[in-house]
């Protein structure tokens, strides 16, 4: 048994909510955040995509037009190409300047073959090398290509995702038209275009910023309906849990009683028939022997304690046997009445009072009427015997609904009151804290009252709207239907 007790201590309960939470966060929420940063991801290589194509056709017609309006008058005119010549340089500026007229270009470069800037719409940076990198060797290859370079942030970092600046360079290989060259392909210089795409990328930045919160919020509202769900879906699984382990106790506790009530009922029947031969030898040797015969008072100790047992035995008899309740139209409040004129005599000599209030329409119940004085009669008798100085007794009635389908009878007393530990115990059979008696008294009590389809239950001390009494005594609360058919 401690094994038992033991290994249900260990089960822990599953519960479902907080399985839910962490699960959901990471099925729902971590999917939500990589889906929105790939489409933004895909967004900013469309966008990179497409300003690389924007630069490759700038090329295309400043390609042309350098050859066709620069190039060609100038080798004509001076026989060579000299951008150091103040008249060459400037020439190529207008050229260029009125090629990307109207175009999203910042600047141009061009670079010779050894990577040096022959020209640059920004004339500060005529002269310089090395600055094409990995990107100027492609092109002088015959490659082009592009490279995103950003600028600003904290420490080389973007903070929050955007830098303060956005460019594109596309290096593409300056070549020779064909119909002027025997060469083929000949390649004279590198094409740098610089385009700023930084409100481009912001837009995009911002985009994917907006997908993420509506995805956040949208996720959220619907991870909280679904945790709302789950959690009343909980709640009845829990109660369903509840009611099962209930059934299963009541189960097993019928299963115990049943096995109880076969061994009672056999040794009371073997009982009963031997000590009725003795009280009825006793009785027969009491009455032959004469009045101031010693002998003629230990007869009539026999008898009583004859009566005693066969009393006793009755108990176990009536808790043995199954009770199946005789239904008819009965009166609940004329049977407490009838309880109460039966002990009057005792509530006068143990100086109990009496308090009634019985409710104002009393409605018949469908019920065993016999079954049910017998249930209040061990009630009262509790009663009484909690009270052994004097005291009250209360007795109510009424309905606990307005279709009254419910009767309640509550009989409450102001005696010292039960103990948590002893409420827990009190149906058990067998169970009592007396020093007479067999235990049995509540317990078929109840097995009357459920055979009616009622519940009993004990509040020490009783609420104080119920009994009126308050830090002390016992209520015993008797539900019963009020409605029920007769079968």
């Known amino acids: 048994m401690r094994m038992r007790v033991e290994a249900r201590e260990s089960i822990k309960p599953f519960r479902l909510v907080k399985y839910f939470t962490l699960t959901s966060l990471v099925v729902i929420l971590i999917p939500t955040l990589i889906l929105s940063i790939f489409i933004s991801q895909r967004a900013k290589n469309e966008l990179f995509r497409q300003s690389e194509q924007y630069a490759l056709l700038v090329a295309i017609n400043l390609n042309h ?43 141009v470069d061009v670079y010779n073959l050894k990577g040096v800037i022959s020209y640059s719409t920004d004339r500060s940076l005529v002269g310089l090398s090395g600055l094409g990198g990995r990107d100027f060797n492609l092109a002088r290859e015959g490659k082009s290509s592009s490279r995103l370079v950003s600028r600003g942030g904290f420490l080389g970092f973007e903070l929050g995702g955007v830098a303060k600046q956005r460019q594109l360079k596309t290096y593409i290989p300056l070549r020779m038209e064909q119909h002027l060259s025997r060469e083929q392909d000949r390649i004279l210089g590198v094409f740098e275009i610089t385009q700023d795409i930084s409100e481009d990328y912001a837009a995009i930045t911002r985009f994917q910023n907006n997908i993420i919160l509506s995805q956040l919020v949208v996720m959220s509202l619907l991870f909280f309906g679904l945790r709302l769900i789950v959690k009343r879906a909980e709640g009845i699984i829990a109660k369903r849990s509840e009611e099962r382990r209930r059934l299963e106790e009541q189960l097993n506790q019928a299963e115990r009683l049943a096995a109880l009530g076969e061994m009672v009922a056999g040794v009371s029947h073997e009982i009963r028939n031997p000590l009725g031969i003795i009280g009825s030898t006793a009785q027969l040797l009491h009455q032959k022997i004469e009045e101031g015969d010693p002998k003629k008072q230990l007869g009539k100790i026999i008898m009583e304690e004859t009566t005693r047992l066969n009393s006793i035995v009755t108990d176990f008899l009536d808790f043995a046997r199954p009770t199946t309740p005789h239904l008819s139209e009965c009166q609940v409040e004329k049977v407490l009445e009838k309880n109460l004129e039966f002990l009057e005599i005792e509530l006068k000599r143990r100086d109990i009072t009496v308090e009634k209030r019985f409710a104002e329409n009393g409605t018949p119940v469908y019920a065993d009427g016999d079954l049910l004085y017998r249930a209040f009669l061990n009630i009262f008798v509790n009663a009484m015997e909690a009270l052994d ?99």
């Open 65 to 107: 037009q350098v050859f066709s309006q620069f190039v060609l008058p100038t080798v004509l005119k001076f026989g060579r190409i000299m951008l150091g010549s103040p008249q060459q340089y400037e020439r190529m500026d207008k050229v260029v300047r009125n090629t990307i007229h109207g175009f999203k270009v910042d600047r």
């Open 389 to 487: 100085d004097g005291g009250a007794i209360k007795v109510v009635t009424r309905y606990q609904d307005s279709q009254e389908d419910s009767l309640e009878v509550v009989i409450s007393d102001t005696g010292a009151g039960i103990s948590k530990e002893t409420i827990a115990k009190i149906f058990d059979p067998f169970f009592t804290t007396r020093e007479t008696g067999t235990g049995l008294g509540l317990s078929i009590v109840r097995n009357i009252i459920e055979s009616h389809g009622g519940a009993v239950q004990i509040e020490s001390p009783p609420r104080t709207e119920r009994a009126q009494v308050e830090d002390k005594g016992t209520a015993i609360i008797i539900s019963l239907p009020a409605n029920q058919v007769v079968s």
